[in-house]
């Protein structure tokens, strides 16, 4: 409660201003989109991949100053390389056209498992004013120290794909060690399977492939080996008539 002791004086209360309230109400709302992405294929990670796509959305529209700008969501990929992702660079693009304010994602691997990728489309955000929020590790990217800890964490990213990348270089010469080497034999002429895994010559489809390469050892141009196969009736290894590309 206001006194004044002056009777020249007149002291007017304060009152509440509606036009602020109105100027608050009226504010545009964040446009806020999500990214999910899932490593592999198999029934566990699908589960995930649905359960992010529902997790986000109704994490959004819960906010009453978000809207929901789009769930991105790749699935069934693997590996580093963000050129593979449609629906992550489909957000790029729409966060660099203006229609995206903020983008929430799992964790650093979700969003990029290569540093130098990482970061580059973070900063390229960034400029935009666009923030990028890591909820495993609580990181906006706007935040003055987002950018050291983001540096540090998708540094170990990166390195957690490499290790895991050597793992599967090393599976695989293990398993040609052991012969048993991973080629689509159904399109391998000259070569089937056994029960053990393990290629072994098929020898009518071998007696095709040394007929080949001996017609090209005498001189005989692609063109003319196929003319011959195809004159023969011979199939090739994916059961075609055609052995020469159509142009």
Known sequence: MVTNNNPNVTVIPARYHAARQEKN???PKLRVAAYCRVSTDSEEQATSYEAQIEHYTEYINKNPEWELAGIFADEGLFGTDTRKRGEFNRMIEECMAGKINMVITKSIS??????????KYIRQLRD???PVFFEKENINTMNSKGEVLLIIMASLAQQESQSLSQNVKLGLQYRYQQELVQVNHNRFLGYTKN?????VIEPEEAE?????YWEYLEGASLAQIGKSLEADGILTAAEKAKWRPRR
Request: aromatic letters at 8%; hydrophobic letters at 40%; one cysteine or more.
């Open 128 to 130: 935009r004013n666009i």
């Open 208 to 212: 095709v492939v040394k007929w080949i």
């Open 110 to 119: 979700r969003f990029a498992r290569n540093t130098l990728d990482c970061l």
């Open 195 to 199: 029960g053990e895994g393990r290629l």
């Open 25 to 27: 109400e009226d504010r």
